[in-house]
């Protein structure tokens, strides 16, 4: 006898995981919610780290923020790996389409000489810049607090890896292999990019996880994207460097989104306490001017006249974003 | 020699890639499970990309495999045109 | 992605090597040590990153582009499974506490996996194993996820499955598999790929999703299946790292030999006792079944893995001295472990059960040497005691080991009448170990492994009582107190799966799907 199972009704026991009926009540939970939530261990651990004896593998203490509650930091996009990867790869077909067409018609020829130029001196070396946000968000994501926050900082780690990638495509579609050691020669010696590398090096040492947070996916990304994927994308676009502009679609659309992101962690950390407000805002400030520094010889590259108005409306509109969440700037 | 195997899910993309790894490597065996085939070969195994394009018709790219690879075993070499998998000693 | 670069098309390991290498640089505003703090402490000397191979060369755009379509079909599978009541299908409702302990004991390893990994992610200088551990980070939140999301359903119905991270970190038996993720990443980051890399990807993890997806599969569990098939698909690329990264360490100084080496017996024995757990669930909780674990360690282990060590061996690695005495514990682990569970049923989140006749003959044919003679009369023994209504449960606690932390229950490998006990001195205290394997473990290293929070011990120094338990009281029941504070529904979660709610639930359920009243 066949038998149909989805003609029977049954009353379950139980809508979620204990864990999520404490939090949300006994009714059906996202996946978001089930994949997330408490999943990293908190209570009792085996031995301590021998990396870092003095505290336990997963520990609060890597901070100097508190929260009552880590999950408090969620993600406004939900992303568990799935819908993660799924977001991400209907992206990657869009940007891949945009460079195969660029490579199928030949249309690098068509970018007057001085954009690509242009693009390949500002644009390439920030593939090393790419690179740091990595090593941060990784860092986040093993040392961080709560699968809450700690989650999307990988999914952001494998984002700015994806971005290194797509300008190291830039390059090799631009210039050919050549580019990227000329980007790197640029990254490691030109004037122009030793304030950044100075930069990138120093946070890279920065111990505070959370301080990474404001220094890497606030400050630098707030105010590198918008110059470099909103002003001189605008310039590329407005001086016949469409081509420039599609390839870098993927970045664009990224930073609008993951911005979202970055913003409900610090808005809801800053607002938990006036200590964590306090400690923000001095994180925010004291790595906003080297940020700012650094980006003077780059809009200078970009921009040339107007540098100073460009980065000036970028800094405006970044401390107005820093203000909305609550930071004093 | 020792053994190196590779296990693919059963399913309609890995029947070609099946046939063809067979034909390619007379020395290898396919032991099949359920919902698994598993396929032994003494010493090395080499699946070709041109020999699956032309069962299936259409290009192949040899990443493509990752999709319904269950497990591995040997020192992989991969290139644009094989995916080698063998024992050094 | 066709790669047409201005001058040549690249070849995949060309166009690889440009998206990759050359990323990282040598810092000067700030010391290399300083930006790499964990590089070095573990002794293993590296001269050249840029030798490391990559065996897959995924770049994100693939990567992202082969996932998304298999979490597509992943997810497909699981929502037809959940809307068409799957779980129904299922063989038997024994079979649903193989996959309690895995959601339990398992899925929340993976999480801790993803950050081990981005952790070695982050340590290691070098670009190479830094993006293929990175990318193994975020597919290990992946694996823990995907389990969680095709459990979820088996939840909803089923008890057992309710509070897994709240047991993980209590209950006796989970311990177990806690202790080892938690030795590995509390180690550096070089014994932490040879860990979890090498020991527990390359050798270990074949017998434990092979075969038991295999027989998820034979027992009707598609949501199963399709996690553990869809899950493996990325294991293939973790085992070449962890081949490929001891391959590394090897060839970059001969110096490393010796502390691979030390790493390699360590974590093969640690890893073997783990799947303790998995031998049980293949010869006993599978109420349909592929293989013995007998012969799942003879394909996995004996065959595999003697051939990786065949091809070591240029290196100068030796197989672990311990492994030799697994070809003996392959006949027993499985019946041991699960007559211990049997026992202590009461204190366990799944329920346990004697085998059938039927069980019983299949386990003599598979165990000639072994079940017959020493097994199946205790357990018949237990079965007719069970039928007369004397269920047996032990009410004493076992002594755990210092290392593995699973009760005593191996025997002499000379013996199989005598449980072994080994026993070490360490700053005035004695410490007690399950086997050769363990103590050499517990004395190289035994400042970390007094650390241990072992459940028995935390439970006679009453660490496991829920806040404000008075211990004092006229009839304490400690047991029923110890259970509270694992969260477990007592009556529910353990106990035999004679009389439990899972078997008249879904006996009920079926018969609605069956019949007309």
């Not at chain 1, 599609?246 to 938990?272: C, H, L, N, P, S």
């Not at chain 1, 906003?288 to 107007?306: C, K, M, N, T, Y």
């Not at chain 3, 598979?366 to 023994?381: G, I, L, M, S, V």
Request: hydrophobic share 40%; aromatic share 12%.
């Amino acid at each position: 006898m066949e038998i149909d199972l989805r003609t029977v009704a049954i009353k379950p026991l139980r809508h979620t995981f204990d864990n999520i009926a404490r939090r949300f009540g006994d009714k059906p939970a996202s996946r978001y919610q089930e994949g997330t939530y408490d999943i990293q261990q908190t209570d009792i651990f085996h031995y301590r780290p021998m990396w870092e004896p003095e505290l336990q593998l997963f520990d609060k203490r890597r901070t100097k923020v508190e929260m009552k509650d880590w999950y408090a930091l969620k993600d406004p996009r939900q992303f568990y790996y799935g819908a993660w990867t799924i977001a991400r790869s209907r992206q990657q077909e869009a940007a891949d389409s945009c460079f195969e067409m660029i490579e199928d018609r030949g249309l690098v020829a068509m970018i007057p000489a001085e954009l690509k130029q242009l693009a390949l001196d500002v644009l390439v070396p920030m593939r090393h810049v790419e690179w740091g946000a990595n090593m941060g968000n990784s860092y986040m994501a093993a040392y961080g607090y709560g699968t809450a926050i700690t989650q999307p900082c990988i999914y952001h780690a494998m984002d700015h890896l994806a971005v290194a990638q797509y300008l190291t495509r830039i390059g090799l579609v631009l210039d050919g292999p050549e580019a990227l050691d000329a980007a790197k020669d640029a990254w490691m010696t030109a004037a122009l990019w030793q304030p950044m590398r100075r930069h990138v090096e120093n946070v890279l040492v920065v111990q505070d996880w959370f301080e990474i947070f404001v220094a890497q996916n606030l400050v630098l990304e707030g105010l590198t994207y918008p110059l470099l994927y909103d002003y001189l994308d605008s310039e590329f676009s407005a001086k016949g460097g469409t081509a420039i502009s599609m390839m870098t679609r993927f970045m664009t659309e990224w930073a609008t989104e993951t911005g979202k992101w970055v913003d409900a962690q610090i808005k809801v950390a800053a607002a938990e306490s006036p200590e964590n407000m306090v400690l923000i805002s001095d994180w925010l400030k004291q790595y906003r001017a080297p940020v700012l520094e650094a980006l003077i010889p780059i809009s200078q590259r970009a921009f040339g006249d107007h540098a100073e108005s460009v980065l000036a409306e970028v800094t405006a509109q970044f401390d107005a974003r820093c203000a909305k969440l609550g930071l004093s700037v | 020699m020792s053994k190196v195997f590779i296990a693919f899910q059963r399913n309609e993309d890995t029947r070609p890639i099946i046939e063809a790894v067979l034909a390619d490597n007379p020395h290898a065996e396919a032991i099949e499970s359920p919902a698994m085939v598993k396929i032994d070969a003494e010493g090395s195994l080499v699946i070709k990309r041109e020999s699956i394009e032309e069962l299936i018709g259409r290009s192949f790219d040899l990443q493509e495999l990752q999709m319904s690879l269950i497990t591995i075993s040997g020192h992989l070499d991969e290139d644009d045109d094989q995916f080698k998998l063998s024992w050094l000693n | 992605m066709d790669m047409h670069a201005t001058k040549k098309k690249l070849g995949i390991k060309e166009k690889y090597a440009h998206m990759t290498r050359g990323l990282d640089w040598e810092t000067s505003y700030q010391p290399m040590d300083k930006v790499f703090p964990q590089a070095t402490f573990e002794g293993i000397k590296i001269h050249d990153w840029d030798k490391w191979e990559d065996p897959f060369r995924l770049t994100m755009d693939s990567y992202w582009k082969y996932q998304a379509e298999k979490e597509r079909k992943l997810y497909a599978v699981l929502d037809a499974f959940a809307q068409n009541n799957g779980h129904l299908g299922l063989t038997d409702a024994r079979y649903l506490n193989a996959i309690k302990l895995f959601l339990t004991g398992i899925s929340p390893l993976e999480y801790v996996a993803h950050r081990g990994f981005a952790a070695a992610g982050r340590n290691f200088p070098g670009v190479g194993p830094r993006v293929a551990c990175l990318m193994q980070s975020v597919d290990e939140m992946r694996h823990a996820q995907t389990q969680i999301h095709a459990l979820s359903n088996y939840n909803k119905h089923y008890d057992g499955f309710h509070d897994f991270k709240h047991m993980l970190e209590r209950v006796w038996y989970l311990s177990v598999p806690k202790s080892f993720f938690d030795d590995a990443f509390s180690a550096g980051p070089f014994e932490y790929m040879i860990a979890i890399g090498f020991s527990f990807e390359y050798v270990l993890t074949n017998l434990l999703f092979v075969p038991f997806m295999s027989g998820a599969a034979y027992n009707g569990d598609m949501a199963t299946v399709t996690f553990g098939f869809s899950a493996q698909s990325d294991e293939a690329r973790h085992m070449t790292l962890g081949l490929e990264c001891i391959k590394f360490m090897l060839e970059q100084d001969p110096d490393n030999l010796p502390i691979v080496q030390k790493w390699i017996d360590k974590w093969a024995w640690r890893g073997v006792r783990v799947l303790t757990l998995v031998a049980m669930m293949m010869d006993y909780m599978l109420p349909k079944r592929v293989m013995s674990w007998k012969e799942a360690w003879e394909i996995y282990f004996e065959q595999n893995g003697g051939a990786l060590f065949a091809d070591l061996a240029r290196y100068g690695i030796t197989m672990p001295e311990c492994l030799k005495q697994c070809s003996i514990d392959k006949e027993h682990i499985g019946h041991q472990a699960w007559a211990t569970f049997y026992q202590y049923g009461g204190a366990a989140a799944f329920h346990t059960w004697m085998p059938s006749d039927d069980e019983m003959d299949w386990l003599s044919a598979k165990y000639p040497n072994t079940f017959d003679k020493y097994y199946r009369a205790r357990f018949t023994h237990w079965r007719d005691e069970a039928e007369k209504g004397n269920r047996f449960y032990s009410n004493t606690l076992p002594m755990l080991c210092q290392v593995c932390q699973i009760p005593m229950l191996f025997t002499e490998p000379d013996d199989p009448t005598t449980i072994c006990y080994r026993e070490s001195d360490y700053d005035g205290e004695k410490y007690h170990t399950c086997s050769d394997g363990c103590k050499h473990i517990f004395d190289n290293e035994p400042q970390k492994y007094i650390q241990a929070w072992l459940p028995v011990h935390q439970i006679y120094q009453g660490n496991c009582f829920p806040e404000g338990t008075d211990p004092t009281v006229e009839g304490f029941d400690p047991l029923a107190k110890v259970l509270e504070w694992y969260h477990f529904d007592n009556g529910h979660d353990n106990l035999d799966f004679e009389g439990s709610r899972d078997q008249a639930n879904f006996a009920a359920w079926r018969g609605m799907a069956t019949k007309n009243t």
